[in-house]
């Protein structure tokens, strides 16, 4: 079966996702990625509705919160307090250094927030940190309903 | 009432005229008089009207003897006539006010007007003498200097607008330009990473160029940001000691102390009613900026505090390389730098933010120097709270 873990990125920046991508393809947990451009489809894709329906559960999101159609933080309420999703861990992952997006992040149930880093190397290590964190130290919550 | 020997010796002047002559004198005091000097009937006819009251009025004596003092009223005043009247009825004064009449050509004039009874010999009331004085000029100043005001008011509140629309442009600009600069500098430095060496020597030095300038300009923004972010915040107001911000402080410059061999003492600080974070930003950068600009030998630095009744004055003292004098004023300008980035590194936002926390706060903040000797900059922070409301930290 799937053993792979899989990480769902949200962000409308391509080229973000494309930095993600990069960051994860050289790390040694070779988990999946999937990715989403915006707030509506994030939330199809962990329904599993649309063109999202044979999706697989991420083990963890990496979400952004300036997002077009449903910013960050209203995708984050809904998992949060959607009890078939709200065991998933999500890391909000944005360049907002604002008090109130990183309270409020908390607030609605965030797992973690980390700053996006400007710089290439920085980064990498962020991302690569993340999923090292998640994938390797944490004791995620069982899979299979 | 108090007479001066002045007004004693004319009265005794003219009271030791024969009676005919002295009445003449007085007509001819009174008629030269420029105020208006009129008697009326307590009806409000008039009954005498001298020079001044012809220069003001406009209307020659004999136009006016015998009618009705109210022609001189404007409609919407006529009131007080009838106030007047019935004041002077019971024999009391009008006390000196200030209201408006018409002229013989229709034009209205701002006076100071002063009303009292005119007695017989029994003493009764039988009519009322009236004094006006033309303040059309004292009036027009008024006005004027009301007008100044308006327009003084009305600039300052452009400017203070002007200040807050560009305030609020710096911080959209450098907030939005985050993102862009974000992916020029991840993506220039993803390029260098995969294809450095494969392209040709030229094009390593390009990227390499390319790589530097978008962080500089990163750091720029960022500075820029936080510079905006201190007069965007509400400016709390929480007890701060100030000897603890101070340890804050040294514990975050350990290490450049530590590699400078800074000798940093702080007197006996006051506990200040201020915002902790911005209160050790402004020491922070005071102190960096001693350990920073050294001279050959380890510095020190002295933080003092003394108070007078209208503030604190704090005066952070080093043996660094100094300032010209010339310099002393724009060094504390966004982006004003005196030496070259190879020499001492930095953007020189530090004191331009210093100066915007301790101007928000009500203070002011200089430097006195000397070239190689050393600085103290002094800033103050006002003891009593005016003009900034008090908030508590959520």
Redesign the interface.
């Given at each position: 079966m799937n053993s792979r873990l899989v990480v769902l990125v949200v962000d409308d920046n391509p080229a973000d996702i494309v930095l993600a991508r990069e960051a994860l393809a050289g790390s040694s947990i070779h988990s999946e990625i999937a990715d989403c451009a915006d707030g509506e489809e994030a939330l199809e894709f962990l329904h599993k509705r649309q063109k999202y329906v044979n999706a697989m559960r991420p083990d963890l999101v990496i979400l952004d919160l300036k997002l077009p159609k449903k910013d960050g933080l209203s995708v984050l309420a809904a998992v949060k307090s959607d009890p078939d999703l709200k065991q998933i861990p999500v890391v909000i992952f944005s360049t907002s250094q604002l008090h109130q997006d990183i309270m409020r992040s908390y607030e609605l149930g965030a797992n973690c927030y980390v700053s996006k880093p400007g710089n290439l190397n920085d980064f990498f290590s962020a991302v690569k940190s993340i999923e090292e964190f998640w994938f390797g130290v944490v004791r995620l919550p069982p899979q299979g309903e | 009432m108090a007479q001066t020997a002045a007004t004693r010796a004319a009265d005794s002047a003219i009271f030791s005229l024969p009676a005919a002559e002295a009445r003449e004198r007085l007509a001819a005091i009174v008629d030269s008089c420029d105020d208006a000097i009129i008697s009326k009937t307590l009806d409000g006819v008039i009954t005498a009207w001298n020079g001044g009251a012809e220069k003001i009025f406009g209307y020659v004596s004999s136009e006016v003897v015998g009618k009705p003092m109210l022609m001189l009223f404007p409609a919407d005043r006529a009131d007080e006539e009838s106030d007047i009247l019935r004041r002077i009825g019971q024999g009391k004064n009008v006390d000196t006010f200030e209201t408006v009449r018409i002229r013989k050509d229709g034009s209205s004039i701002d006076v100071s007007v002063t009303i009292s009874p005119i007695r017989d010999e029994r003493g009764i009331v039988i009519g009322a003498s009236k004094i006006a004085r033309d303040i059309t000029a004292r009036k027009q100043a008024e006005k004027r200097l009301a007008q100044q005001a308006e327009e003084l008011t009305r600039r300052m509140a452009e400017l203070a607008r002007s200040n807050a629309d560009l305030e609020q442009f710096a911080y959209v600009a450098s907030h939005d330009l985050?993102?862009p600069?974000?992916?020029v500098?991840?993506?220039t430095?993803?390029l260098a990473?995969r294809y450095r060496g494969k392209l040709d020597a030229n094009a390593d030095r390009f990227m390499g160029y390319a790589i530097e300038g978008a962080?500089r300009m990163?750091v720029l923004i960022q500075d820029l940001l936080a510079f905006s972010r201190v007069g965007k915040q509400d400016l709390y107001r929480q007890k701060v000691d100030c000897g603890s911000v101070m340890k804050d402080v040294l514990r975050a410059l350990a290490p450049s102390v530590a590699e400078s061999a800074a000798v940093v003492s702080y007197g006996v600080l006051p506990v200040l009613w201020a915002d902790r974070t911005l209160l050790a930003q402004v020491f922070q950068n005071l102190i960096g900026n001693a350990i920073k600009f050294r001279r050959q030998m380890p510095p020190v630095i002295t933080v003092t505090a003394e108070s007078n009744p209208r503030e604190w004055r704090f005066r952070v003292s080093d043996n660094g390389i100094g300032i010209a004098a010339e310099h002393a004023e724009n060094i504390f300008a966004v982006f004003q730098r005196l030496h070259a980035r190879s020499e001492y590194p930095g953007n020189g936002i530090g004191l331009s933010i210093c100066k915007k926390i301790v101007e928000r706060y009500g203070g002011r903040i200089w430097v006195k120097s000397e070239i190689g000797i050393g600085s103290t900059f002094v800033f103050t922070i006002p003891s009593h709270d005016h003009g900034t409301k008090e908030v508590s930290k959520a």
């Amino acid at each position: 079966m799937n053993s792979r873990l899989v990480v769902l990125v949200v962000d409308d920046n391509p080229a973000d996702i494309v930095l993600a991508r990069e960051a994860l393809a050289g790390s040694s947990i070779h988990s999946e990625i999937a990715d989403c451009a915006d707030g509506e489809e994030a939330l199809e894709f962990l329904h599993k509705r649309q063109k999202y329906v044979n999706a697989m559960r991420p083990d963890l999101v990496i979400l952004d919160l300036k997002l077009p159609k449903k910013d960050g933080l209203s995708v984050l309420a809904a998992v949060k307090s959607d009890p078939d999703l709200k065991q998933i861990p999500v890391v909000i992952f944005s360049t907002s250094q604002l008090h109130q997006d990183i309270m409020r992040s908390y607030e609605l149930g965030a797992n973690c927030y980390v700053s996006k880093p400007g710089n290439l190397n920085d980064f990498f290590s962020a991302v690569k940190s993340i999923e090292e964190f998640w994938f390797g130290v944490v004791r995620l919550p069982p899979q299979g309903e | 009432m108090a007479q001066t020997a002045a007004t004693r010796a004319a009265d005794s002047a003219i009271f030791s005229l024969p009676a005919a002559e002295a009445r003449e004198r007085l007509a001819a005091i009174v008629d030269s008089c420029d105020d208006a000097i009129i008697s009326k009937t307590l009806d409000g006819v008039i009954t005498a009207w001298n020079g001044g009251a012809e220069k003001i009025f406009g209307y020659v004596s004999s136009e006016v003897v015998g009618k009705p003092m109210l022609m001189l009223f404007p409609a919407d005043r006529a009131d007080e006539e009838s106030d007047i009247l019935r004041r002077i009825g019971q024999g009391k004064n009008v006390d000196t006010f200030e209201t408006v009449r018409i002229r013989k050509d229709g034009s209205s004039i701002d006076v100071s007007v002063t009303i009292s009874p005119i007695r017989d010999e029994r003493g009764i009331v039988i009519g009322a003498s009236k004094i006006a004085r033309d303040i059309t000029a004292r009036k027009q100043a008024e006005k004027r200097l009301a007008q100044q005001a308006e327009e003084l008011t009305r600039r300052m509140a452009e400017l203070a607008r002007s200040n807050a629309d560009l305030e609020q442009f710096a911080y959209v600009a450098s907030h939005d330009l985050q993102e862009p600069l974000r992916m020029v500098t991840a993506y220039t430095q993803l390029l260098a990473e995969r294809y450095r060496g494969k392209l040709d020597a030229n094009a390593d030095r390009f990227m390499g160029y390319a790589i530097e300038g978008a962080q500089r300009m990163q750091v720029l923004i960022q500075d820029l940001l936080a510079f905006s972010r201190v007069g965007k915040q509400d400016l709390y107001r929480q007890k701060v000691d100030c000897g603890s911000v101070m340890k804050d402080v040294l514990r975050a410059l350990a290490p450049s102390v530590a590699e400078s061999a800074a000798v940093v003492s702080y007197g006996v600080l006051p506990v200040l009613w201020a915002d902790r974070t911005l209160l050790a930003q402004v020491f922070q950068n005071l102190i960096g900026n001693a350990i920073k600009f050294r001279r050959q030998m380890p510095p020190v630095i002295t933080v003092t505090a003394e108070s007078n009744p209208r503030e604190w004055r704090f005066r952070v003292s080093d043996n660094g390389i100094g300032i010209a004098a010339e310099h002393a004023e724009n060094i504390f300008a966004v982006f004003q730098r005196l030496h070259a980035r190879s020499e001492y590194p930095g953007n020189g936002i530090g004191l331009s933010i210093c100066k915007k926390i301790v101007e928000r706060y009500g203070g002011r903040i200089w430097v006195k120097s000397e070239i190689g000797i050393g600085s103290t900059f002094v800033f103050t922070i006002p003891s009593h709270d005016h003009g900034t409301k008090e908030v508590s930290k959520a």
